[in-house]
């Protein structure tokens, strides 16, 4: 038997390496090793039902931006003009990057650690921020739900405590008086705040128990993962639809109503050239799906291989849409109502000042408040000043708007659109405008228990989605904690209680604007730039396309290629400058409430905010670099480990001009058939589970 050469057995040597890394593949950087798509998924738990994964998504999607985000941001940019852009965007840049998000995770069927991870050892960062983001949002998310909790309480009672201002020894409260009964709770029941974020307080002990018991429904809900959560979200997900549509009906029943609806969709079409505009619309769309926080991976993790996660990412956005533009006309059409009444109520009083001053006029011809200019007597309206209420609101603002700025004192032009501006942002207009128009309705009671009771709802269905954004990542990435997902779950429930009490302080609502504003919004922007850029740039959009097609049957169309390598990422490039631009020229502030004067004031943040401010974004996007540079790092280790080794593998075969001993040789040799046939049966394993 003839021995075999020193090149021979150098030749197999390279033939074993380039078969195991052909067996491997490599995608993505170069030199670097990255997994392609499985034909089949491992293991995983998945839903029981299509009908359950789609509850859960738009339990997660709908949330608390539909209901007072929208309607104040379709409002004050343009009604109908604004909602055109919105829908523009959502075409173009919404639906397009939630489908990529719904695509990685069902194809990976990982949580956003693992997704990313598997694309690249080098972007498992992004998982790891979407979870650090997920759980600054959850600490300021959960408190929402426990205000949510402290109205719902206070709505079982005969008499709503918001609708007049407490008397204290036969005198009414200074601060309610100079505000109104519903701000004065909001602020000084509810919140008890302080005048700015630089005085701390002690804690709210109401809001603290809400807390605690806010927690411990999520807890619950979450206790088993996705087989509990989704037993809450049939009831979590639909009944806030069955408010609305009861809200509708009987707002729209209401005088006023219709106005508010036409006020809030009047065209203003001048809007599309405000770049603070686009700015507003693209950022609500970005909110509306929730993207990069990984919770849309997550979900669609638990989906067969073959679902069509095309079609899903259409009936979410859909739904969305539909439900924001139906809490815009609950909205609207209440607070039509409430601004109807305040109107009609300013007419009265106007009425009844010119009524004065005509009769005033007649007895003495020329009054001591006449001298200084004195009013014609057919400059007067010719209204039934015997009965005040009868005078159309229509009748006297056209009268104003001749003859008013002619007569002295206080008249105004009663002018309903102002009213409906007033307190409408963000949690304002849910517990000061809505309420205040609730506790005017007839059975007011009951309309605001039914109200907080869809809040409550609309956001335990958002916490569930976000919880799982945390949840599901870690569990997948740690051994230790998937052995142990029941205990981890209680655990980060408790920790999200004891740092989430800093909210409840006197000044905490100070603190929930901050983390609203500057730990998730920015951030988010960030991560979904690192996501698009690695999925249509990194890995590539044709081999994505490829990889859906595998899934689906069926070949997306090529515009998502372009969509996601050019509009998509150069628009959230462009949201992401404009934002920063805009933190920079204006220093940030923050709606203060000022008890003295009993109104909202804007101050701005003091530098220590600033740097808080800055360390929560700094904390939400370090992990990107740095599970970047530890990658590289890794990669250089074991580049140099295998150069080593070799070295000394070629240093025992090759000795001087001889091939070695039969057994160096042939023992070498057959050192690396078990090693290929281990990779072999190591990949055949993985490709059949």
Request: aromatic share 14%.
């Amino acid at each position: 038997m003839l021995l075999p050469s020193c090149p021979i057995i150098s030749l197999l040597k390279v033939q074993l390496i380039k078969t195991e890394m052909e067996n491997q593949g490599s995608v993505g950087y170069v030199g670097e090793e990255i997994q392609p798509v499985p034909s089949e998924p491992a293991a995983r738990a998945g839903w029981n039902r299509k009908m359950d994964y789609i509850l859960a998504q738009v339990g997660f999607c709908v949330g608390f931006g539909n209901v007072w985000r929208f309607p104040y941001l379709c409002h004050q940019n343009g009604g109908g003009s604004f909602l055109l852009l919105y829908v523009l965007l959502l075409l173009i840049v919404g639906i397009p990057l939630f489908f990529l998000e719904l695509a990685t995770g069902q194809a990976i069927r990982q949580g956003s650690i693992g997704v990313w991870k598997f694309i690249s050892p080098r972007l498992a960062g992004i998982g790891y921020s979407s979870c650090v983001v997920c759980f600054f949002v959850s600490l300021y998310y959960n408190v929402i739900l426990a205000w949510s909790l402290f109205y719902l309480g206070n709505s079982f009672q005969s008499s709503l405590p918001w609708e007049h201002c407490p008397v204290e020894g036969n005198v009414t409260v200074p601060e309610c008086k100079k505000s109104s009964p519903t701000s004065y709770f909001w602020y000084r029941k509810a919140l008890d705040i302080t005048d700015s974020i630089d005085e701390t307080g002690s804690f709210n002990p109401y809001i603290v128990g809400c807390l605690l018991a806010a927690w411990t429904l999520v807890c619950l809900g979450m206790f088993k993962g996705i087989k509990t959560s989704v037993k809450v979200m049939y009831f979590s997900s639909i009944f806030p639809y069955v408010v609305l549509f009861c809200f509708l009906v009987r707002g729209l029943m209401l005088d006023g109503a219709l106005e508010g609806i036409g006020f809030m969709f009047y065209p203003k079409l001048e809007i599309w050239a405000d770049v603070q505009v686009w700015r507003q619309a693209a950022t609500q769309v970005f909110i509306t799906f929730n993207l990069g926080l990984g919770s849309n991976i997550a979900y669609s993790s638990y989906n067969p291989k073959k679902n069509n996660c095309h079609r899903d990412a259409f009936t979410v956005s859909t739904i969305n849409f539909l439900t924001s533009v139906l809490a815009t006309l609950v909205m609207f059409s209440v607070l039509g109502f409430h601004a109807k009444n305040k109107a009609v109520a300013c007419v009265v009083s106007n009425i009844k000042q010119l009524s004065e001053q005509l009769s005033e006029q007649l007895s003495e011809q020329l009054s001591e408040q006449f001298r200084s200019g004195p009013v014609e007597i057919n400059l007067m309206p010719s209204f039934n000043y015997s009965d005040p209420s009868a005078v159309a609101l229509e009748d006297y603002r056209a009268w104003f708007k001749l003859h008013g700025n002619q007569f002295p004192g206080n008249l105004t032009d009663c002018d309903m659109e102002k009213e409906m501006q007033q307190g409408v942002e963000g949690t304002g207009l849910a517990f000061i405008a809505f309420t205040e128009a609730i506790s005017i309705l007839p059975g007011s009671p009951f309309w605001s228990a039914l109200f907080f009771l869809m809040l409550l709802n609309l956001g335990l269905g958002s916490m569930f989605g976000i919880m799982e954004g945390i949840l599901a990542p870690l569990t997948d990435r740690f051994e230790t904690l998937a052995q142990n997902k029941i205990k981890f779950r209680v655990f980060i429930c408790i920790i999200g209680f004891i740092i989430g009490l800093l909210f409840t302080q006197r000044c905490g609502n100070y603190f929930v604007m901050m983390f609203d504003d500057y730990s998730a919004s920015l951030p988010l922007i960030i991560i979904v730039v690192f996501e698009t850029f690695s999925v249509s740039w990194l890995y590539g959009a044709d081999r994505f396309l490829d990889d859906i097609e595998g899934m689906l049957g069926w070949r997306p169309h090529v515009i998502y290629k372009y969509l996601w390598k050019y509009v998509c990422l150069l628009a959230m490039l462009g949201l992401l400058g404009a934002t920063t631009i805009h933190m920079f020229i204006q220093r940030p502030t923050y709606m203060a409430w000022n008890q003295e004067k009993g109104s909202e004031e804007y101050l701005e943040y003091p530098d220590w905010a600033l740097a808080v401010m800055a360390l929560l974004i700094i904390f939400a996007v370090m992990p990107v670099p740095i599970a970047l540079i530890h990658a590289v790092l890794m990669d250089r280790r074991t580049r140099q480990r295998a150069r080593d080794s070799a070295a000394g593998q070629y240093s025992i075969v090759s000795t001087g001009n001889n091939c070695g001993s039969l057994m160096t040789d042939m023992s070498d040799l057959d050192q690396k058939k078990k090693t290929a046939a281990s990779v072999s049966s190591t990949l055949d394993l993985k490709l059949h589970k």
